[in-house]
């Protein structure tokens, strides 16, 4: 069992947490930049952050979750930037959840 789990489960943990990181954070910032340009009212209102450049700071993944969690990602009519939102927030999810199973990986599987 530990063989497998080094062997296969490690490395799909480790690149399930870097490669669904970069493509959420690829997908995040395309689909803030559509929210901003046509739904900007779903986003968070503009925070303060270092050197007042928000979207440089990762502020753009929290704005897409704040549009999750205030509803405002159903008033998108197109239906590929909504099928695009949900997708964008399970590769999210998927990500997390590596990230967290990896963490946990040095906790609790013996060598």
Not at 1 to 13: A, E, I, R, T
Not at 43 to 66: C, H, K, S
Request: net charge positive; proline share 4%; aromatic share 20%.
């Amino acid at each position: 069992m530990n063989n497998w789990f080094f062997s296969f489960g490690l490395p799909f943990l480790i690149l399930g947490s870097l490669l669904g990181g970069g493509l959420y954070a690829l997908c995040a910032s395309t689909l803030y930049s559509y929210l901003k340009e046509n739904y900007s009212d779903a986003l968070p209102p503009r925070i303060d952050v270092f050197m007042n450049d928000y979207e440089a700071m990762g502020g753009f993944m929290a704005g897409i979750w704040y549009a999750q969690r205030t509803g405002g990602w159903r008033r998108i009519d197109n239906r590929t930037w909504r099928y695009f939102f949900i997708a964008t927030q399970l590769l999210g999810a998927f990500a997390i959840s590596c990230c967290a199973l990896f963490c946990a990986a040095f906790l609790f599987v013996p060598r």
